[in-house]
């Protein structure tokens, strides 16, 4: 059980990675469209709606990976304070009532949205670019199963949990900036 947890973080993990260079595509993007916009006084035709993709795809693409790291938004206020056998419980019971009915409603819905894209190969009516958005718009089921896979893995952890009453280490992938200059600061 332990292997399979893994390898669907692993996963979750290298997608996160794999899309997180939207960030740099998109950085790279808005300074060129500032640059000349404001300095050439030439604005281009595509920067707009490329933004507007770069960071769609990253914000689909990268909610299993938080999920597979443990950084997403978390109302734990009250839960932090049980031991993690009534944490896991609780998890447990939010992802089968919560989250997979969520999940398969976005694959669900997604399959149809982009379904009807791809058929009549949609562009975007936002810019005269007009560039093409049903690749984007495949995104949204690919995320949706992505998540509940990840979904998987985290009832498969909360399993674990239950059990032996101890939550099982995730997979450790980046680290806070804070995290790492106290580590310099305190010494090994």
Known sequence: MIFIIHSIEQLSIWVG????????????SVA?????????????????????????A??????????????????????RFLSARWQARIDFVLYI??????????VWYGWEIAGDSWRYKEVSWNSPARIQIYYFKSLIPLAGG???IQGVAECMR??????????LPRLEDARETEELLKGQATGP
């Open 158 to 167: 909360c399993y674990l949990a239950i059990k032996t009453n101890a939550w």
């Open 17 to 28: 990675r794999a899309f997180g260079w939207c960030i740099l595509i998109l950085t790279l």
């Open 58 to 79: 990253l914000f689909l693409m990268a909610g299993p990976y938080a999920l597979a790291q443990d950084t997403h938004v978390r109302a734990d206020v009250f839960t």
């Open 32 to 56: 060129y469209e500032v640059f000349v916009r404001y300095v050439l006084n030439a604005p281009t035709l595509w920067a707009f709606d490329m933004m507007v993709q770069m960071y769609g």
């Open 97 to 106: 009532v919560f989250f997979f009915p969520g999940m398969a409603a976005l």
């Open 146 to 148: 992505l998540f509940i």
